[in-house]
């Protein structure tokens, strides 16, 4: 008897988010992110705060994996090292996340009124403003943020900075 079998397409590209407790000493990022690197991960955000705990840094990393058993991988390796205190991936479903946007945009009296009702429907705020432009600061989900950049995309915008992911799971 002679089975076909159908090839499997590409494996679907998922974000992780990946928390770890570190050390807070020089050189940390950089050995983090070459274990990465050399597995061939790229690391979409990566933002690191102090805690409550001094000497302690929280480092929160945003990948795109295709493979779970892989980024298991990498994390037993950054666990390896003496500087990291625990890791973690989060579960999307528990886990709430936030990123800070600030956004620089062209304006004139003509474009003003319709880019501010654009930030009061996203509840963004406007913390600057001059005559030929605005900076506007909005906090929320990633895809809360994505959308309001395709809102704005029209517009001429001068700058973009975004923060990167950062996370915490709810308690149960």
């Keep these: 008897m002679n089975v076909r079998r159908e090839r499997e397409g590409p494996k679907p590209v998922v974000r992780q988010v990946v928390t770890l407790m570190v050390e807070d000493q020089p050189n940390v990022m950089a050995r983090i992110t070459s ?7 790229n690391i979409n ?10 000497g302690l840094t929280r480092v ?11 980024l298991w991988q990498i994390i037993t390796q950054v666990e390896k090292l003496e500087v990291v205190k625990s890791s973690k991936i989060l579960d999307m479903d528990k886990t709430l996340y936030r990123e800070l946007l600030l ?21 963004a705020r406007i ?13 929320g989900s990633p ?3 994505d959308g309001f950049m395709n809102m704005l995309n029209c ?8 923060t990167g992911v950062t996370g915490i799971e709810r308690s149960i």
């Excluded at 274990?35 to 991960?41: A, E, I, P, Q, W």
């Excluded at 517009?155 to 975004?162: K, L, P, T």
């Design 35 to 41: 274990l990465f690197g050399r597995r061939n991960f």
């Design 45 to 54: 955000t990566l933002s690191a705060s102090e805690t409550n705990i001094p």
């Design 60 to 70: 929160t990393i945003v990948v795109s994996c295709d493979d779970e058993n892989a």
């Design 103 to 123: 956004l620089k945009i062209a304006t004139d009296k003509d474009t003003r009124t319709s880019i501010k009702e654009i930030a009061d429907i996203y509840r």
């Design 127 to 139: 913390i600057d403003l001059s005559k030929d432009s605005m900076v506007i600061e909005l906090t």
């Design 143 to 145: 895809a809360k943020l």
């Design 155 to 162: 517009y001429n915008i001068i700058e973009v900075s975004r």
